[in-house]
């Protein structure tokens, strides 16, 4: 549609047809696009029609000139961290500003940050509590929620008992959110909890911890600027995390060799010095095959393999089988082409490896992350500034929720579900164990391998597979009950695997609650007609809190505004929950609250008396609170203040910041780096795993932190061993008697932290990295070809695993699927990523019109080759079919950007499945501005097997058309 000016306006009548139903929109407007209307369409119109529309309000003048507050808060989409200025008048967020002072992102923004105010004020959300009756929304007030749902949880629980409830909880709460959520399951008498991490880097935590001590990235985004080389496995930070992308393209400007390796030629391969493409699902091979040439040449670190990392010599015989003709055999990549890959890295040292969930979403993916660190250990890239294994992480707080928040295995700070993890938390929480033990079902359970083992001692039911927990017989479920009540408290499902037994798993349940500021599909997928709730939660805008970006800097956000409608902050909701349910004055016993609303300080300071064992302890919410005031003062490239009140602390405090807030710990901000003193942030790989494995020493030797008084390796600290150092007199006496009998990570006092890091040694001990995990299924990582392969043939030499009859409390698959070759029959590799305008499962991101325009179509690339052979025209409608029956009705976009033989999606859609619009479903106003399939309806089964991450990167389907 073209418009006219006459004399620099707009015809009317042209200007009537644009604004009404029978427009002719334009292409990004069709299908299942924008809906047209006047506060959308304007956005079509030029700026000289736009003028500002003062309604009338006979409640309250507004002062029009009144003063503009400009408020600091943190973006809330990926795990960047950018700073963002909002800008409030009246009690209205009127404009935003990008944050200059911030180190991290330094007045960027991508797509979805500047963006962000819409998601702050969208009319999309829910606005206030709804109940389905009889297969309709109807408006009902917090107390009958909030009752209803109680009275209905108690009522299932008498009857099924505790774990018959599942909690899904966030990666997109606050820190202090998060917590309270693992705090809430526990109170309520089960470890069936989880959130999003366990589909996005659940096996980078497992393989990067079970390597050298702690899951999470060891570095930071700003650190790459100190890179001479940036290899880049299954990660695209163009698009995923475009601000992070800024610090590599400098650091490319500075001579930085960049490398990409991905199967498919992304945004980001296209900045690459070299770029490689292999087939999805075969990391393990590809990674071995550059060791392989990196032994050949002696390209290795020698002296700090011997000083510093574990079995390395048990890994040499499984790399010496990844000649460069098997790696192509297996990987389809030129052996030559990794020679060049192993000599960048070789001759450009200090060098990061970047991955995302490219290399964690497989059903080996601990395998490809430990094969990763194994890489970097033999180059001596770990624990130096412009190494490390820098890990993007996906939401906003998904370090900070893992770290601290609803994992089903784990309590906050990584402490084990054991006695004395419980104990520990218990002390902190000022609780009697027995009381809290005594809230869990009492019965034991046979754990799959014999062991009889009680729930509160063994790991939940995972997000990943709470639809197997409604629909497994309950006789293979190894709990009470298999699930009857769900709760999904800030997760959108449509990111999750096998949507067509998901939707009968919603239909099965007994009742669903949503809690979210958008309905979500969970509102929308299932055809329940009753017992379904959604509660409206704030955003993170309508709170405080503090938030872990992946480099482990906490930032603290102030309230922007007040909730938007009836919307309620998650901590507030969770104690109406536990108030109702009856354990609110345990839970909250030394946490303030006013009215109904917990302080959200209050829960920080909680966080910090009891996550000694990863260093949430010194990062009060005074000491973030001046950080974000000073923002200006630290440094790009090191992150550290110089000069003014914060002189020498790192931004953020990125954990480890050990001991008291008083103790002044600056943070940590490359770990194991021995250069340092421990008390200036550095360190050392942690002594998790003993002091020998089968008569050979584990701990370092000869390599020490800058300062060590233990100038070799040593164990993990506690009071036997300050007593045996003679440094056990330096404690107080109000110190001794707190760490009497207690280790370092249960020593409420602080003491033994204080007292070890003063003599200059790392608290959690010195010790080498492992190469060689004897606690994993493959104690050295083997490639394993996936579930569904596209090379059958290749499955004897590399079969799966065998089935396991329980894990994570449920009957586990992986030689039974495998053991039918579907490639027949779909034969194009399935893989799926992001795309730069949406965040997750994007209802917040699809629900905001200047982002929904960029990007209106769920869509499938294929390569010419693929779409000439399938009769398929670019833009033409397809259908994506799964071989578990799974269908996607979807557009086709032909490029070259995938190789023939794969395909790739996006995963951010949904509201409409296997062809059907969901729109009727959602509630009045509130779907998304662009729905489309979820690609998760076409994907299949397949799970890891030490973390049950889910398999997406590496399946089958065929696509033909519609």
């Not at 010195?766 to 995990?773: D, G, P, S, Y």
């Not at 950007?897 to 296997?914: D, M, S």
């Not at 309806?937 to 030490?946: E, H, L, R, S």
Request: charged share 20%; aromatic share 10%.
């Amino acid at each position: 549609m073209k418009l006219v000016k006459k004399n620099g306006a707009v015809d009317a009548a042209v200007a009537g047809g644009l604004l009404g139903r029978s427009i002719s929109r334009r292409r990004f407007l069709q299908g299942s696009g924008l809906a047209a209307g006047g506060a959308v369409a304007l956005g079509l119109l030029p700026t000289t029609l736009v003028r500002r529309a003062n309604a009338a309000d006979t409640r309250t003048p507004i002062d029009r000139n009144s003063e503009i507050t400009r408020v600091k808060t943190v973006c809330t989409h990926c795990s960047v961290g950018c700073g963002v200025i909002a800008e409030v008048q009246n009690g209205v967020w009127v404009g935003q500003e990008p944050n200059f002072d911030s180190p991290i992102n330094l007045g960027s923004h991508c797509a979805k940050g500047a963006a962000l105010r819409n998601h702050g004020m969208s009319t999309k959300r829910t606005k206030y509590p709804l109940k389905k009756v009889a297969g309709e929304w109807q408006r009902i007030s917090w107390e009958q929620a909030i009752d209803e749902i109680g009275d209905q949880l108690l009522r299932i629980r008498g009857e099924s008992g505790q774990d018959a409830v599942w909690f899904a909880g966030s990666s997109k709460a606050s820190n202090e959110g998060a917590y309270l959520q693992r705090k809430f399951a526990a109170f309520w008498g089960s470890n069936n909890c989880d959130h999003q991490a366990r589909i996005c880097h659940s096996t980078t935590v497992a393989g990067v911890a079970n390597t050298w001590g702690y899951g999470a990235q060891t570095n930071s985004y700003n650190d790459i600027l100190n890179s001479k080389c940036i290899i880049m496995c299954g990660s695209n930070a163009a698009e995923a995390h475009p601000v992070a992308m800024q610090m590599i393209l400098r650091s490319k400007e500075q001579g930085a060799k960049m490398v990409v390796m991905d199967p498919r030629f992304t945004r980001t391969a296209a900045h690459a010095d070299y770029y490689v493409r292999m087939r999805s699902g075969t990391d393990v091979a590809l990674i071995f095959g550059i060791l392989w040439h990196v032994l050949e040449n002696g390209w290795e670190d020698r002296e700090y393999l011997a000083q510093r990392v574990f079995g390395f010599d048990r890994v040499r015989p499984e790399v010496a089988k990844w000649t460069p003709d098997e790696v192509e055999r297996v990987t389809g990549v030129p052996g030559g082409q990794l020679l060049e890959v192993a000599r960048i890295m070789a001759e450009n040292r200090p060098g990061t490896f970047v991955w995302c969930m490219g290399g964690t979403q497989h059903t080996i993916g601990s395998n490809y992350v430990r094969a990763y660190n194994i890489l970097q250990l033999a180059l001596g890239n770990i624990g130096v500034s412009g190494g490390g294994a820098n890990i993007f992480r996906g939401h906003d707080n998904v370090q900070g929720a893992t770290d601290v928040g609803p994992n089903p295995d784990n309590l906050p700070g990584y402490y084990p579900i054991a006695e004395a993890g419980w104990r520990h938390w218990t002390s902190v929480w000022d609780v009697d164990y027995d009381w809290l033990a005594a809230r869990f079902d009492q019965r034991e359970y046979d754990d799959g391998r014999g062991t009889m083992i009680k729930p509160m001692n063994m790991p939940g039911i995972t997000v990943s597979r709470w639809i197997d927990g409604v629909l497994e017989d309950g006789a293979n479920i190894t709990q009470s009950s298999p699930l009857r009540a769900v709760m999904f408290w800030g997760h959108g499902p449509n990111s999750q695997t096998r949507g067509p037994e998901m939707k009968a798993a919603f239909e099965k349940l007994d009742l669903l609650v949503v809690i979210d500021p958008y309905p979500t599909v969970s509102a929308v997928l299932h055809d329940r007609p009753d017992n379904t709730y959604l509660l409206p939660a704030a955003t993170q805008f309508e709170t405080s809190g503090s938030a872990t970006a992946s480099n482990r800097s906490l930032q603290w956000r102030e309230k922007v505004i007040e909730p938007l409608f009836e919307h309620k902050p998650d901590h507030e909701i969770a104690y109406l929950l536990a108030r109702k349910l009856g354990f609110a004055d345990e839970m909250f016993k030394n946490i303030e609250v006013r009215g109904t609303e917990p302080v959200v300080e209050d829960v920080l300071r909680e966080i910090n008396r009891g996550a000694w064992s990863i260093g949430y302890t010194g990062q009060s919410p005074e000491r973030l609170k001046e950080h974000m005031a000073h923002q200006g003062h630290f440094d790009v490239r090191t992150l550290k203040a110089s000069g003014g009140p914060l002189d020498g602390e790192t931004y953020g405090l990125p954990w480890p910041c050990y001991g008291t807030p008083e103790m002044k710990h600056p943070g940590t901000h490359v770990l194991y780096d021995t250069s340092k003193h421990v008390l200036e942030g550095g360190g050392c790989f942690r002594a998790n795993f003993g002091t020998e494995y089968e008569g050979e020493n584990i701990l370092a030797e000869g390599s020490y932190p800058l300062g060590s008084e233990i100038e070799d390796g040593y164990p993990q600290f506690n009071s036997e061993l300050l007593k045996q150092l003679g440094w056990w007199d330096e404690l107080t006496a109000e110190e001794q008697s707190a760490a009497e009998g207690k280790a370092w990570t249960t020593d409420n006092s602080g003491g033994i932290i204080r007292v070890a890091m003063a003599h200059g040694c790392m608290p959690f001990g010195n010790a080498k990295a492992r190469a060689f995990v004897w606690n994993f299924p493959d104690p050295v990582p083997l490639h394993r070809e996936p579930l569904y392969t596209p090379r059958y043939d290749l499955v004897g030499d590399y079969p799966t695993y065998e089935d396991r009859k329980a894990f994570f409390r449920l009957p586990t698959r992986w030689a039974s699927v495998q053991a039918t070759d579907y490639s027949g029959d779909f034969p194009l590799v399935h893989t799926s990523g992001r795309l730069v305008e949406y965040e997750g499962a994007g209802e917040e991101t699809r629900s905001n019109p200047w982002l929904a325009e960029l990007q209106q179509h769920m869509f499938v690339e294929i390569n010419p080759t693929d779409a000439n052979n399938a009769g398929i025209r670019d833009g033409q409608d397809v259908w994506l079919e799964g071989p578990e029956g799974g269908r996607i009705r979807i557009k086709a976009q032909v490029t070259q950007r995938v190789a023939a033989g794969t395909v790739f999606t996006p995963f951010h859609f949904g509201g409409h499945f296997q062809g059907e619009d969901l729109l009727p479903k959602y509630p009045e106003g509130s779907a998304p501005y662009t729905r489309g399939e979820s690609t998760n309806t076409a994907t299949t089964y397949g799970y890891d097997a030490v973390t049950m991450m889910q398999e997406t990167k590496t399946t089958l389907c065929r696509v033909v058309a519609a």
